[in-house]
């Protein structure tokens, strides 16, 4: 079973801790993608992986084996980074062929690889290109084939899609969503910082911030049910709208006062010893919905219309202490600047916080 286990990896340099005990275990055949702000480790931790960088503590295991001291070459383990690093005098099937060469690979071993990666990255008429005569989309395709003619145990994809224009990264996505469905035993790990990316790709999303792990899961759960403020307003675009609050009534339904005015029933269960201690409330911008009654959560002034076609963003001022308030709303929306808004949401939508950041679980 080709997985990969992380036990309490740390990694240090000098004083500074970088990745501070990290416990994981992807199994055989995930799709696993680590995901979290620029400097939180995702890349440092992809790369110990892969064995670009040594582990300060802890254990790395792949396919049962330990490999802390095992190099690269012998972790069964193909890479494919944010640059194409292809050779530019090599044609497409030289460039998908020199590791297996330098692995001294029979001719006809080479060219079934060779073959088969590009059939399915469709990549068979470019064969006999130079890098220089392909677009970025294909080379990036050129460079997942190299990769796979390896017939490795784990993929890394570290940020592979970032270079490429947002056309690109749309096909290019599309054909590593085939790539992963036609190699489903093979156990793939990305990192990315494109929320889209990892939301349509991943089995699990891993998200990281400093160094450790703030949460694990599939997509939607980590969307729906985030586990702390954190994850709350790192997963979904625009961020989730946070508001501070003061806990008033406690039981079944949690009774919260805004910091703006007014109050908001939420339909999560808070024990008694909560009354009268400060909490976060959170929803997210596409839950708001607009509103002519008296049973909304929010009234305020809108102070940007982004009109976006799909979609219509106001920016409501005067609602929270420092970011505006956000609505998502469908469509195009005959709403204009200093047009005074009613928004509510569902109670199923509503998330609180604890003091400390974590979530009241329903």
């Known amino acids: 079973m080709a997985g990969v286990v992380l036990k309490d990896i740390r990694k240090s340099y000098g004083a500074i801790d970088v990745i501070k005990g990290v416990d994981l275990e992807i199994k055989q055949g995930e799709f696993v993608v680590f995901v979290g702000p620029s400097g939180c480790g995702k890349s440092t931790l992809l790369r110990m992986i892969a064995g670009l960088e040594e582990i300060t503590g802890g254990e790395m295991i792949i396919d049962g ?164 403020l954190f994850v709350a307003q790192f997963i979904g675009s625009p961020a989730m709208n946070i508001v501070p609050v003061k806990i008033d009534e406690t039981g079944d339904v949690t009774r919260v006062s805004l910091s703006g005015g007014g109050s908001v029933s939420v339909p999560i269960a808070t024990a008694s010893g909560e009354k009268g201690k400060a909490a976060s409330f959170g929803v997210r911008p596409e839950d708001l919905t607009l509103t002519t009654g008296d049973d909304y959560l929010f009234e305020g002034t809108v102070d940007i219309v982004e009109a976006l076609g799909e979609v219509t963003l106001l920016y409501l001022q005067d609602l929270t202490d420092d970011e505006p308030l956000i609505a998502k709303l469908p469509g195009i929306v005959d709403i204009r600047k200093g047009q005074k808004v009613r928004l509510a949401a569902e109670g199923s939508k509503l998330h609180l916080f604890d003091g400390d950041g974590k979530t009241y679980r329903r």
């Open 65 to 228: 084996q330990r490999v802390n001291e095992v190099p690269p070459a012998r972790r069964g383990i193909a890479m494919v980074f944010q640059s194409y690093a292809l050779y530019p005098h090599m044609t497409v099937y030289d460039n998908m062929a020199f590791g297996m060469r330098i692995a001294k690979e029979s001719k006809e071993e080479i060219d079934r690889r060779v073959r088969a990666a590009a059939d399915i990255l469709q990549l068979g008429p470019y064969l006999e290109r130079l890098p220089k005569a392909l677009s970025g989309g294909q080379r990036q395709r050129v460079a997942i084939g190299r990769a796979i003619c390896r017939n490795p145990k784990v993929f890394l994809f570290d940020e592979p899609l970032s270079n490429l224009d947002a056309a690109l990264r749309v096909a290019t996505r599309i054909e590593i969503a085939k790539l992963n469905e036609q190699m489903a035993d093979t156990t793939m790990i990305y990192v990315t910082h494109d929320q889209v990316e990892a939301m349509t790709l991943a089995d699990r999303i891993v998200v990281l911030s400093a160094g450790h792990i703030e949460q694990v899961g599939p997509p939607l759960e980590l969307y729906e049910r985030p586990a702390n």
